[in-house]
C-alpha cells in the first residue's frame, strides 16, 4: 500500500479537485437505473421479481416478508438482541428531542393577528436499508426510528433479498417498529416504494443508504415522491494537531475505509510527526483488518490522504471547504476549532469519540450527506418526516391595519382583485 504525507499548500488543481469533487458515480447508470424505474412503475411485482432475480441472483416468493423480521427477533442470539435494543433506545432518545411543538401567538398594536404554526407527520414513509446477506442492522434503526418518533403511522422497509435474508437485519426491523418489510433492493426497491406494487403500498417519501443504482433511482423517482437526499460513498475527515494520539486518527480512517474502496479518508494536521505516524499506523492496522483489501483501495484512491497543513488555521479552512460527512476533531482546543466550522454532517470531538459511536449506538443518525452536502443540508432527523403548516386568524381591525400595506402592494403587482378582497370587508 503506497500512502505519504502530502503538503496540503502543494497541491495541484487536479488533486483539489478529487477532494473537494467527490464522485457518487450516479451518472454511470443513471440510463439503465431510468429503464429499472419505469419498468417497475409499468409492470410492478412481475419487474420486481425479474430484477431481482438478475441482479441479486434470488428467486423472490414473498415480496412482504413482514412476519420473517417478528420471527427473526425470538432467534437471533441474545447478546445481539440487547445490543440492538440499547442502540434502538439511545437512537428514539436522541431523536425525540427533535420533535418540533406547535406554536400560536398574537400580535398587532391596534387589532389582533392571531399567527402560529402546526407540525404534523407524513402518513407514508418509505426506507431503505442496505443488505441482502449482509448485516446493517444500524442503518434500519437509523431511518424507521425517527419516522416512528415523528409519528409516521405507516413505515416500510425495502431491503435487498438473500437465501436466507439475515436474521440481526430483520430482527432490527421489529426493534424499530417498522410496519412493513418488503424483500425487494436496489433500483427496483426505489421505484417500488415510490410507485407501489400489487404488494408494496406507495409511499409519500423515500429514504435511506445505498449504492449508486439506489442513489441513481431516488435522483429518478425524486419529484413523485419525497426523498432525504442524494448520497454517495462515505468518507472522514479527521483534523488533528501534535495532541493527537496517532493510532486513534489512523483507527477512524480504517475504520471508514472498510465501508467502500470508493470511500473517501482524510487525515490533515500541521504537525509533520503526528502525520508520518499516522501513516505508519495506518498501513499496520489496514493489513490486520478482514476487509483489507477494501480498505487498501480506499486508501490510495485520489480523494484519500494524510495532509500537512502549514496551521491549523489551514486545517480549519480546508475542512469547511471540504465539508465532510463525518468530521473528527483530535485536538487540544477542539471546540474552538469547531466554532470556525459551519459545514459537517456529523461531529466526532475527542479522541475516545470514534465515528463507530455515532454508527451504531450514541444516539445520532448515521445517514449524512456526502460529497460536500453539509454545506446545504443537514443529515436525516425527525425534521425529514414532518411537513408544517402556518395558520393565521385576523379581526376586523387587525385587518384595517394591514389594509394600506396589502392593497398598496397588490396594485403594485397589477393583482386588482387581491386588493379587493381587502376592501370589500369594509365597503358598507
Known amino acids: 500500500m503506497?500512502?505519504?504525507?502530502?503538503?496540503?499548500?502543494?497541491?495541484g488543481t487536479d488533486a483539489r479537485r478529487a477532494f473537494f469533487e467527490r464522485d457518487a458515480g450516479v451518472g454511470e447508470v443513471q440510463s439503465d437505473v431510468r429503464d429499472i424505474v419505469e419498468r417497475v412503475r409499468r409492470e410492478g411485482d412481475v419487474a420486481v421479481r425479474e430484477f431481482s432475480n438478475?441482479?441479486?441472483?434470488?428467486?423472490?416468493?414473498?415480496?412482504?416478508?413482514?412476519?420473517?423480521?417478528?420471527?427473526?427477533?425470538?432467534?437471533?442470539?441474545?447478546?445481539v438482541r440487547e445490543a440492538i435494543e440499547a442502540a434502538a433506545a439511545n437512537v428514539r432518545e436522541f431523536h425525540e428531542k427533535q420533535v418540533p411543538e406547535d406554536w400560536h401567538e398574537e400580535f398587532g398594536d391596534v387589532g389582533t393577528r392571531e399567527l402560529g404554526r402546526r407540525y404534523r407527520p407524513l402518513d407514508r414513509v418509505g426506507v431503505y436499508a442496505p443488505g441482502g446477506t449482509a448485516a446493517y442492522p444500524s442503518s434500519v434503526l437509523m431511518g424507521v426510528i425517527p419516522a416512528k418518533?415523528?409519528?409516521?403511522?405507516?413505515?416500510?422497509?425495502?431491503?435487498?433479498?438473500?437465501?436466507?435474508?439475515?436474521?440481526?437485519?430483520?430482527?432490527?426491523?421489529?426493534?424499530?417498529?417498522?410496519?412493513?418489510?418488503?424483500?425487494?433492493g436496489g433500483a427496483q426497491g426505489i421505484a417500488a416504494l415510490a410507485y407501489g406494487t400489487e404488494t408494496v403500498k406507495a409511499v409519500q417519501k423515500v429514504v435511506g443508504p445505498g449504492n449508486k443504482w439506489v442513489t441513481a433511482a431516488k435522483a429518478e423517482v425524486r419529484g413523485d415522491v419525497d426523498i432525504d437526499f442524494l448520497a454517495g460513498p462515505s468518507e472522514v475527515l479527521v483534523v488533528a494537531d501534535e495532541t493527537a494520539e496517532a493510532r486513534f486518527?489512523?483507527?477512524?480512517?480504517?475504520?471508514?475505509?472498510?465501508?467502500?474502496?470508493?470511500a473517501s479518508v482524510v487525515a490533515v494536521t500541521d504537525d509533520a510527526d503526528l502525520a508520518a505516524e499516522v501513516v505508519a499506523e495506518v498501513e499496520r492496522q489496514a493489513g490486520e483488518r478482514e476487509r483489507a483489501e477494501t480498505i487498501e483501495a480506499a486508501l490510495e484512491g485520489d480523494?484519500?490522504?494524510?495532509?500537512?497543513?502549514?496551521?491549523?488555521?489551514?486545517?480549519?479552512?480546508?475542512?469547511?471547504?471540504?465539508a465532510a460527512e463525518h468530521l473528527t476533531i483530535q485536538a487540544d482546543d477542539d471546540e474552538a476549532l469547531l466554532d470556525r466550522i459551519d459545514s459537517a454532517g456529523s461531529?466526532?470531538?475527542?479522541?475516545?469519540?470514534?465515528?463507530?459511536?455515532?454508527?451504531?449506538?450514541?444516539?445520532?443518525n448515521h445517514v449524512l450527506p456526502t460529497g460536500g452536502?453539509?454545506?446545504?443540508q443537514g443529515g436525516l432527523s425527525v425534521d425529514h418526516f414532518v411537513r408544517s403548516t402556518t395558520v393565521q386568524r385576523l379581526d376586523r381591525d387587525g385587518l384595517s391595519e394591514l389594509s394600506e400595506t396589502i392593497t398598496t402592494l397588490a396594485e403594485a403587482e397589477g393583482l386588482d382583485a387581491h386588493a379587493q378582497s381587502v376592501r370589500e370587508r369594509f365597503e358598507e
Do not use: C, W
Request: aromatic share 6%; proline share 5%.
Open 2 to 11: 503506497n500512502i505519504e504525507v502530502r503538503e496540503l499548500a502543494d497541491l
Open 54 to 79: 438478475e441482479f441479486d441472483g434470488v428467486q423472490v416468493g414473498n415480496i412482504d416478508v413482514t412476519d420473517a423480521a417478528e420471527r427473526a427477533y425470538d432467534e437471533i442470539d441474545d447478546d
Open 149 to 184: 418518533v415523528a409519528g409516521v403511522e405507516h413505515v416500510a422497509v425495502a431491503t435487498p433479498p438473500a437465501e436466507p435474508m439475515n436474521p440481526v437485519t430483520l430482527a432490527a426491523m421489529h426493534v424499530a417498529g417498522a410496519d412493513a418489510v418488503y424483500s425487494v
Open 249 to 262: 486518527v489512523a483507527a477512524d480512517l480504517v475504520a471508514q475505509a472498510e465501508h467502500d474502496p470508493n
Open 303 to 322: 480523494a484519500s490522504g494524510v495532509l500537512l497543513a502549514r496551521s491549523m488555521s489551514e486545517a480549519v479552512l480546508f475542512a469547511e471547504e471540504y
Open 347 to 364: 461531529v466526532f470531538l475527542g479522541p475516545y469519540t470514534p465515528v463507530a459511536a455515532g454508527d451504531y449506538a450514541s444516539g445520532t
Open 373 to 376: 452536502g453539509a454545506k446545504r
